[in-house]
């Protein structure tokens, strides 16, 4: 069969009519007839083309240990927030973006600890509770929490100035399913810029910036893990998050407290500010089969 415009869809979906994984051919099978379709309808030219492979080539070039270029293209073009909420649990707390930042294992930490190891700014407190969708309290859920400084600035953006691990803490929910950290209220902050994906933003007229927000996974046997985070209310961008991100039901008031006695409690001094963020996780299909 001659490769035409006209004949190219079906000569390369049939090249895949012996993919033995289902799943798979019916991805590629998908991927290339959506392809095709952008393809003939923005009919590119060679040199626009070559343009697009040369920008994907950069971005796979920005990605190290600490940045992940293409979790930040997926994230700016929406497709993360997409891909969360089609897989989004209905009867738990919604799910958001993992981001870009997610790249070192957060350290063990015990419940109160702080997590702010630059010990600046006013203490913030997060305290919630873990329960199942029908209310119970969840004991010994892994809450993996990660933040920006004050300042809007992750621990491996700034390895000169933040310690390894600032921002970042691994919790477990005690026996009745609360956990309680200390902190400083994270800054909203510019997504990186200085790769291929800043160089989009500024070609299409879109601002980088995140509004201030605090990252969390929680995960338990028998129940599905969510990925999401804590917005502070207020925030600038609040409404025009750079990654989709935002969800009403995820905005948060990050309030002053002058309660001498939660103050001690919590292991600071008045005033501080307080957050509560309760989480819900829904029960996994498998445990309900």
């Given amino acids: 069969m001659d490769f035409t415009v006209e004949t190219a869809t079906a000569a390369v979906v049939e090249?895949?009519?012996?993919?033995?994984?289902?799943?798979?051919?019916q991805v590629l099978e998908s991927l290339t007839?959506?392809?095709?379709?952008?393809?003939?309808?923005?009919?590119?030219?060679?040199?626009?083309w070559e343009a697009a492979i040369d920008f994907l080539t950069a971005v796979g070039q920005k990605c190290d240990d600490t940045r992940q270029e293409f979790v930040l293209l997926s994230d700016v073009l929406g497709v993360s927030m997409l891909v969360e909420t089609l897989n989004g649990a209905e009867h738990g707390t919604e799910s958001t973006v993992?981001?870009?930042f997610h790249m070192t294992v957060s350290p063990r930490r015990e419940l109160g600890d702080s997590i702010d190891l630059l010990s600046t700014g006013r203490p913030c407190v997060i305290s919630g509770r873990v329960t199942s969708a029908d209310g119970t309290p969840l004991p010994g859920v892994e809450?993996?929490?990660?933040?920006?400084s004050e300042?809007?600035?992750y621990d491996v953006q700034q390895p000169d100035v933040q310690p390894p691990g600032n921002g970042r803490g691994l919790f477990r929910t005690d026996d009745e399913g609360r956990f309680w950290f200390r902190s400083v209220v994270p800054s909203h902050y510019p997504i990186p810029t200085d790769g291929p994906v800043g160089r989009l933003l500024e070609a299409t007229g879109r601002h980088p910036f995140r509004p201030a927000h605090v990252h969390f996974i929680a995960s338990a046997d028998g129940h599905q893990p969510v990925t999401t985070?804590?917005?502070?209310?207020?925030?600038?961008?609040?409404?025009?998050?750079?990654?989709?991100?935002?969800?009403?039901?995820?905005?948060?008031?990050?309030t002053e407290s002058h309660d001498t006695q939660d103050a001690d409690r919590f292991g600071?001094?008045?005033?501080?500010?307080?957050?509560?963020?309760?989480?819900?996780?829904?029960?996994?299909?498998?445990?309900?089969?």
Avoid at 268 to 289: G, K, M, N, R
């Fill in 15 to 25: 090249s895949f009519k012996n993919t033995e994984d289902p799943r798979l051919r």
């Fill in 33 to 48: 007839r959506h392809l095709h379709d952008f393809v003939r309808d923005i009919e590119p030219t060679m040199q626009e």
């Fill in 98 to 100: 993992l981001g870009p």
């Fill in 143 to 148: 809450l993996d929490v990660w933040q920006c």
């Fill in 151 to 153: 300042d809007g600035f």
């Fill in 229 to 254: 985070h804590v917005f502070v209310a207020g925030s600038p961008y609040i409404e025009s998050d750079a990654v989709f991100a935002v969800k009403r039901g995820l905005i948060t008031d990050f």
């Fill in 268 to 289: 600071v001094t008045a005033p501080f500010t307080h957050a509560t963020f309760d989480i819900v996780l829904a029960t996994a299909p498998e445990a309900t089969s």
